[in-house]
């Protein structure tokens, strides 16, 4: 250890909001359907590109992968059959985070690939 303190995560500095304030995600899942790791995967990006936005998970039903924004559901896997591309999502929030209006995701990723 050099005696250097590590990284740490500052908060932005008064009157500058934390990217993502204010936009509310929730995220409902089906559990034994094993999208947990899916749903921690884009959690994880999300909160990498806005530190401030705030995520929710629900357990769902079956075959379920939905996602709202402020309240909006801009992602169905019911409809879609797949899941969310990493990209949409991320520019879906961008967008809300502007006080853009939201446009449905269509495009998605296959659930699962067959070898």
Same mark, same amino acid.
Not at 14 to 18: D, N, Q, R, T, Y
Not at 43 to 47: G, L, R
Not at 74 to 82: H, P, T, W
Not at 86 to 89: C, G, I, Q, S, V
């Given at each position: 250890?050099?005696?250097?303190p590590?990284p ?5 500095p008064?009157? %500058? $909001? !934390?990217p993502?304030s204010g936009?509310?995600?929730?995220? &409902?899942?089906?559990e034994?359907c094993g999208f947990?790791?899916t749903y921690?995967?884009l ?5 990498e590109?806005y530190?401030g936005? %705030? $995520? !929710?998970s ?7 992968? &939905?996602?709202?924004i402020n309240g909006?559901l ?9 899941f969310?591309y990493?990209?949409?999502?991320i520019?879906? $929030?961008r967008?809300a985070?502007n006080?853009e209006?939201l ?9 699962c690939v067959?070898?």
């Open positions: 250890m050099s005696g250097e590590g740490t995560c500052e908060a932005p008064p009157g %500058e $909001i !934390e993502g936009v509310r995600i929730v995220v &409902e899942y089906c034994p947990e790791a921690l995967e959690a994880s990006a999300v909160k590109q530190p936005i %705030e $995520i !929710e629900r357990l769902g039903g079956t075959g379920a992968f &939905e996602i709202e909006q801009v992602f169905s896997k019911l409809e879609n059959g797949g969310p990493e990209k949409d999502l520019e879906a $929030i967008r985070s006080g209006p446009e449905k995701i269509t495009n998605s990723r296959p659930p067959i070898l």
